[in-house]
């Protein structure tokens, strides 16, 4: 059953190493009708990343083989400018958020309408215009 919270069926890959919590992220996504790809490790993240990219990513930062940091240095490095939804039980430092420019930042434990609103407002029009505009100067 689609929602609200899904204008279309968007493709979101979510990183989260911990079984549970991806199982409940993402059957609360797939009921708001994304078409949802999850992984538990960087590798997995990148290898899925392949083609066609996702339109949104859900990224944990702490994984077993890395951190949600490398997946977005890796981003930068193949010019692909998926939104992106940062999340971590421990706050992430300024530093990283302001070198990496997550598109939003939750602290877990969070709300999950809080999530599901942010995959439907992340990378919308708004968001590609900008990024025209950037590659345009």
Not at 64 to 82: F, S, Y
Not at 109 to 134: I, K, S
Request: charged share 25%.
């Amino acid at each position: 059953m689609a929602s609200a919270h899904a204008a279309a069926a968007r493709s979101v890959l979510l990183v989260e190493d911990e079984a549970p919590l991806r199982t409940i992220i993402g059957r609360n996504l797939e009921q708001h009708g994304y078409r949802l790809t999850a992984v538990a490790s960087v590798r997995d993240a990148i290898a899925q990343m392949a083609a066609p990219r996702p339109e949104v990513i859900i990224l944990d930062i702490n994984l077993p083989d890395g951190t949600g940091w490398e997946i977005m240095r890796w981003l930068r490095t193949v010019d692909a400018h998926p939104a992106v939804i940062v999340y971590s039980a421990v706050p992430p430092s300024r530093k990283r958020v302001a070198e990496f420019h997550p598109d939003a930042v939750l602290m877990k434990p969070f709300p999950m309408d809080c999530l599901l609103d942010l995959v439907a407002t992340v990378g919308r029009a708004e968001r590609q215009d900008a990024l025209v505009a950037e590659r345009n100067v």
